[in-house]
């Protein structure tokens, strides 16, 4: 089994940082990508950003230039570095992994809220 856990959450204003961390544990096959999702109160589930294992990128429209993932493959983690926040970015955010048999585990997820 994988155990996904997610931190770095958390209450900022509008146009402050904040940097989600995720560290992935257990029995874990061979990591094909990794990524973040989020979920806004009454709305679906959408990517916010994606690292393969080989380090290429790519990120929704309304991330691009404001966030960064990043990994760290020797510590099965990866990272979200969020920068100028905006309240429409406030949501549930959620790590993911997909092996490279397909599997996909998920985080818990960790509240990011933004204040006008």
């Known amino acids: 089994q994988v155990q996904l856990v997610e931190s770095g959450g958390g209450l900022v204003q509008a146009g402050g940082s904040l940097r989600l961390s995720c560290a992935a544990s257990g029995s874990i096959f061979s990591i094909n990508a990794m990524a973040w999702y989020r979920q806004a109160p009454g709305k679906q589930r959408e990517l916010v950003a994606v690292?393969?294992?080989?380090?290429?990128?790519n990120y929704a429209d309304s991330a691009k230039g404001r966030f960064t993932i990043s990994r760290d493959n020797a510590k099965n983690t990866v990272y979200l570095q969020m920068n100028s926040l905006k309240p429409e970015d406030t949501a549930v955010y959620y790590c993911n992994l997909r092996d490279r048999r397909d599997y996909v585990y998920w985080g818990q997820g960790t509240q990011v809220t933004v204040s006008s």
């Open positions: 690292i393969t294992n080989w380090g290429s990128t």
